[in-house]
């Protein structure tokens, strides 16, 4: 038996009273960040507004909503689900940020397949997430690795190693679409969490 959820959302897309507060709000949090003592210091991305920090946590809650309900559904043991939530927040940050340069108006597609699968006594749960921006793309190559030691100080280049640790991240050869992938797996007597 396989059971398939499947959602779609968007961050950003935002349309005249809602594009101007988001913009106030964008050179607000720039302002208060370029006045203060230490301006690479403190938020990860300051220059995202608040509104497209509350949708993005919203679909970050409803991945691992989804997840939860496939797993209970199937009777599997649900391992910790915040990790691939992250990932999927970490690669909607990116293509706001670098894909949307940030603008209100840009709309950011994120499209979530959650199948659970039984067959016999194995049992599974598959995770694709599919996040596109109409950016130019970037060149994955050129990224500087964030655990490198000159590096380890920069404020931001991170998310990309984040969602690594967490998921199977792969973007497209333009670099605009990213899909995340995890799938777990139990046996009776056997559980293995986030096998990729």
Do not use: Y
């Not at 964008?26 to 006045?35: G, S, V, Y």
């Not at 043991?77 to 999927?88: D, E, M, Q």
């Not at 699968?117 to 970037?138: P, T, Y």
């Not at 050129?142 to 920069?154: G, I, K, Q, S, Y």
Request: aromatic fraction near 4%; charge should be negative; charged fraction near 25%.
């Amino acid at each position: 038996m396989t059971v398939h959820f499947h959602r779609t959302f968007h961050i950003g897309g935002l349309q005249g009273e809602e594009s101007e507060a988001a913009r106030a709000d964008i050179e607000r949090k720039e302002m208060a960040r370029l006045a203060s003592p230490d301006p690479d210091a403190g938020a990860e991305h300051p220059s995202l507004p608040d509104c497209v920090c509350g949708q993005i946590t919203a679909i970050q809650m409803e991945v691992e909503q989804m997840l939860g309900q496939a797993f209970m559904m199937e009777g599997m043991t649900v391992p910790r689900l915040h990790g691939v939530a992250i990932a999927v927040r970490e690669a909607l940050v990116n293509a706001f940020v670098h894909g949307s340069w940030c603008d209100p108006e840009e709309l950011v597609m994120v499209s979530v397949c959650v199948e659970a699968e039984c067959r016999g006594s194995s049992q599974s749960i598959h995770l694709a997430a599919v996040v596109a921006d109409s950016g130019d793309g970037f060149d994955r190559s050129a990224v500087p690795d964030c655990t490198a030691r000159e590096n380890l100080e920069r404020p931001t280049g991170r998310g990309i190693c984040i969602m690594g640790h967490f998921a199977n991240p792969e973007w497209n050869e333009k670099g605009n679409v990213c899909t995340i992938r995890q799938s777990w797996e139990q046996t009776p007597g056997h559980r293995e969490e986030g096998a990729a």
